[in-house]
């Protein structure tokens, strides 16, 4: 139990590291600015584009939003029907999802492929949706900065200590070597880039199933 306890505490980070690499490749793949988790940037740019006449592309932005969000309500209902083992069938549909998006990808416009692995992003939201903060999504970099912030100002008042510096450092460096990844994959071909995150999906499918006894924080 204490070896899937200490597996389980890491899976904030792994999936945080998928999150990245989907992103980067999402942006890349579409060549616009658009991301596929950061809904912050793209409602800025959505309030944007509708100012400047951009109407079009601004319901690009749009469907990724509200794509976005309905990953994330599925995520929630799948976490509320199957409680026991929710973590685990949740990835399972990313999973999918992702797997999808490649035979989606060769018939379809770049926003398509985009509007799936957005989709799949708003899912995966919800895997692990406590066990971080209890107000704060997987994705949620900005976030994870407030807090890194929030913590160095309490080591620096002798109020803090550096496990929680490191731990919320950690988290915006996970997705953030993600993107690295992603980047660096996509190198290659979008297809080839997309087999990283679906193994690595597929693989905290089976993490989240060995552990699904291990509570939420």
Same mark, same amino acid.
């Given at each position: 139990m ?10 904030? /980070?792994y999936l945080?590291? &998928?999150a990245?690499?989907?992103d980067a +490749? #999402? /942006?890349i793949h579409l060549? =616009?600015g658009?991301?596929i988790?950061?809904?912050s940037? =793209?409602t ?9 006449g951009n109407t *079009? %592309?601004a319901?690009?932005y +749009?469907?990724?939003i509200v794509?976005?969000v309905?990953?994330?309500?599925? #995520?929630?209902?799948i976490? !509320?029907a199957n409680?026991? @083992?929710?973590?685990?069938? !949740? ?6 999802v992702?797997?999808?998006?490649? @035979?989606?990808e *060769?018939i379809a416009?770049?926003i398509v492929?985009n509007f ?7 899912? %995966? =939201? ?5 066990? +971080?903060?209890k107000?704060t999504?997987?994705t ?6 407030v807090n890194?912030?929030?913590? &160095? ?8 200590d550096?496990?929680? /510096?490191f ?8 997705i953030?070597? #993600?993107?690295i990844?992603?980047?660096q994959?996509?190198d ?9 995150p679906i !193994?690595?999906s597929l693989i905290?499918t089976g !993490?989240?199933?060995w552990?699904?006894e291990?509570?939420?924080?």
């Open positions: 204490i070896k899937k306890k200490h597996l389980h505490s890491t899976m904030p /980070f945080l590291f &998928i990245g690499i989907v +490749i #999402g /942006f060549k =616009n658009l991301f988790s950061f809904m940037g =793209n800025t740019h959505v309030g944007i584009l509708l100012t400047s *079009p %592309q319901w690009h +749009i469907g990724v794509l976005f309905l990953g994330a309500a599925v #995520g929630e209902a976490a !509320i409680k026991p @083992f929710y973590r685990s069938m !949740i990835m399972a549909l990313v999973t999918l992702l797997s999808a998006t490649l @035979f989606v *060769p416009k770049p492929t799936f692995l957005s989709f799949a992003m708003g899912i %995966q =939201n919800i895997a692990l949706r406590l066990t +971080i903060e107000s999504a997987l949620y970099v900005t976030g994870f900065l890194t912030g929030r913590s &160095i100002a309490m080591l620096f008042m002798g109020e803090g550096r496990s929680t /510096f731990r919320h450092f950690s988290l915006w460096l996970s953030f070597l #993600g993107a990844a992603g980047t994959v996509m290659y071909s979008f297809r080839y880039a997309l087999l990283v !193994i690595l905290a !993490i989240l199933f552990t699904h291990i509570a939420d924080d």
